[in-house]
């Protein structure tokens, strides 16, 4: 995962909301891409390169869009992050499925839920 710039946080608290609903299905890979490309990501294979080739049916789109995301999410100051169990939306940490307030990665542990 790209590491966190040392420049102020593109997306804070007052950006929380859906970017992206899920209306979208597959294709919302596509806008999650041009975000990125948009707050100047530049993946591995080139910028221009992913442009023309963004569509569903490229072979490397699901790795594209995965990249995109993990670039945009060094982008978030440190209370808020990118979701997309619900269309892409930037949401608070502490409202993630997945938060831990102890730091463990097991929220359902943490929860007391169990299986």
């Known amino acids: 995962m790209s590491e ?3 420049t102020k946080p593109v997306f804070t608290l007052a ?3 859906c970017f ?3 209306h979208r299905g597959r294709y ?6 041009a975000l990125a490309l948009e707050h ?5 294979e080139g910028a221009e390169y992913v442009a023309d080739n963004v569509g569903t049916e490229h072979e ?3 790795e594209f869009w995965d990249e995109a ?13 990118f979701d997309n ?3 892409f939306c930037l949401i608070r940490v502490i409202d993630s499925p997945h938060y831990c307030p102890d730091g463990s990665d097991d929220a359902s542990a943490y929860l007391g839920y169990h299986q």
């Open 60 to 62: 490397h789109y699901c």
């Open 40 to 44: 100047g990501w530049e993946p591995t």
């Open 69 to 81: 995301e993990q670039y945009l999410q060094t982008l978030c100051d440190d209370d808020v992050m």
């Open 28 to 33: 919302i890979g596509e806008a999650v891409i």
């Open 4 to 6: 966190k710039p040392t």
């Open 15 to 17: 950006d929380v909301g």
């Open 85 to 87: 169990e619900d269309g």
């Open 20 to 22: 992206f609903d899920s």
